[in-house]
């Protein structure tokens, strides 16, 4: 049986983006958080675009780290018509992207690790969307409260047999 994967959804549940409610303190470390399928910028940043767009938000600019991305994407991207300008940086927090959105206002998201597992990925999108968030969550803190930790790495033991 072969199931098509709807875009903007994993594991049958739409959690690609979630922005911080209304009446959110501005002082938080972040304004919500993004969890892309890949690290592959040109694949993820137009279906972002798009996901921003249904929420009324007009994405003109985004940048990120350089390092936490497999690769850089060209430097204007056209999307859904128009064209959106992107750059990378070594100096910006991996966990980080930021958007210049319509009225000039700067957005920075919390990225999830593509590699969270569902659970993780659900709470940290909650997480970061709350109005509670305190000012001192920094990206690394949020995603160790949502349970994001690195997959243990299997190495098969030499000379022992399964059984």
Do not use: C
């Not at 990120?64 to 070594?90: C, I, M, N, Q, S």
């Not at 659900?122 to 949502?146: C, G, H, I, K, N």
């Amino acid at each position: 049986m072969t199931m098509k994967r709807t875009a903007g959804f994993r594991n049958g549940i739409d959690v690609r983006v979630r922005l911080r409610r209304e009446g959110a303190s501005a002082d938080v470390a972040f304004d919500g958080a993004w969890w892309p399928r890949s690290r592959l910028l040109d694949v993820e940043l137009p279906e972002l675009v798009a996901a921003l767009e249904k929420l009324g938000i007009r994405v003109h600019r985004f940048t990120y780290a350089v390092e936490a991305w497999d690769e850089a994407p060209a430097r204007k991207l056209a999307v859904a018509g128009r064209t959106v300008r992107t750059g990378g940086f070594r100096s910006m927090n991996p966990q980080l992207v930021s958007l210049t959105v319509d009225d000039e206002r700067r957005l920075d998201l919390l990225v999830v690790p593509p590699e969270a597992d569902a659970l993780t990925g659900v709470r940290a999108l909650r997480f970061a969307s709350l109005r509670e968030v305190l000012p001192s969550a920094s990206p690394q803190r949020a995603l160790a409260a949502a349970g994001a930790h690195p997959r243990p790495e299997v190495v098969p033991l030499a000379g022992v047999r399964a059984g």
